[in-house]
């Protein structure tokens, strides 16, 4: 289990669906002191508050989907969720394996819920509100990790994932993990560059219709995305600057007129959402106009990978891109 790298964190204020802001700093927490397989066990978490806790925790609480992507992966079945059915449109390439409770909104779990629950720790990130985390912090231990770090967003994935695997007693099922995502990009980036695609330029977005208006939001270097597609050797066609903790940035159609021509542009929407793309800008001439558009270079996302998830989700997101890049 590597436990060597940096825990620095970044904590954030709460998500809204465009904008995503940083709200300061914390120092970096200490590796984990464990005393074994079934002692007790203290960590540091990204707000530096150390928990301790009497064994690996099995009956565990997820306020973020991220968070409850990484307990699966690690073969955890949290019994406590925020919005259930939000984390099964959006994250379904990490399926729940369990039925969990649902607890609430990411951002304001219900504590009655959790309380109910039992839970022997519940797993936040740093967007969760500080007055929320304080009350859960009431009904049990809360490990804290760092949202996004557009600096180093894999590194910070897997920081993440190794934390909660200590918490949990499943580190050799995280380092399983993390090697089943560098072995996609090893095989990706080869599929890649026997198709001649290797350098080539792509942009990865989400987009939102509001009221006939699309909004389009890019994923600019610094983005977990845009980091992995970096890694699979392409490059980010994006020139757009993005909010420090997640590496996304704001447009419309007309910005998108900014992109290369032989661009590869793909996004990311689900059933529930509707496709802003496809059917917002059908009639959109200066979408029709573009020519990544006119030459068949556009890729909708298979559903179900969650953009801001854990290292399973990553390496369902370079399994799906890439055959539909090679087709």
């Not at 909004?215 to 993005?242: C, H, K, M, Q, Y």
């Amino acid at each position: 289990m590597k436990t060597t790298r940096t825990l620095a964190v970044t904590a954030l204020a709460a998500v809204t669906a465009f904008g995503l802001a940083a709200c300061g700093t914390t120092e970096a927490p200490a590796d984990a002191d464990s005393t074994g397989g079934t002692g007790s066990i203290s960590l540091t978490d990204a707000s530096g508050t150390e928990i301790t806790l009497d064994g690996p925790a099995t009956t565990v609480v997820g306020t973020e989907w991220n968070v409850v992507e990484n307990l699966v992966s690690l073969g955890v079945d949290p019994v406590g969720v925020a919005d259930v059915e939000g984390y099964s449109a959006w994250s379904s390439a990490v399926p729940l394996t369990n039925e969990p409770e649902d607890i609430g909104t990411r951002g304001e779990p219900s504590l009655d819920t959790v309380a109910s629950l039992a839970p022997d720790l519940i797993v936040a990130t740093t967007d969760l509100p500080e007055d929320a985390v304080s009350q859960l912090r009431d009904i049990a231990p809360v490990l804290q990790v760092e949202s996004a770090d557009a600096s180093a967003q894999i590194d910070r994935a897997f920081e993440n994932l190794e934390l909660i695997a200590q918490a949990t007693g499943t580190e050799d099922r995280a380092d399983e993990v993390e090697q089943e995502y560098r072995d996609a990009v090893e095989t990706g980036a080869q599929q890649l560059e026997a198709a001649g695609l290797a350098g080539a330029d792509v942009a990865f977005a989400d987009g939102y219709d509001n009221a006939g208006q699309i909004s389009v939001r890019p994923f600019v270097g610094g983005s977990l995305i845009g980091d992995v597609n970096t890694e699979l050797g392409l490059v980010n066609a994006w020139d757009v600057e993005g909010d420090p903790a997640y590496g996304l940035g704001t447009t419309d159609v007309e910005g998108l007129t900014a992109l290369p021509a032989d661009t590869h542009f793909v996004y990311s929407t689900n059933d529930v959402m509707g496709d802003p793309f496809a059917d917002g800008l059908a009639g959109n001439a200066v979408w029709q106009s573009l020519p990544f558009v006119q030459s068949g270079q556009v890729t909708r996302l298979e559903d179900g990978v969650w953009t801001f998830g854990g290292p399973a989700s990553m390496t369902a997101y370079v399994e799906r891109l890439v055959p539909a890049l090679t087709k």
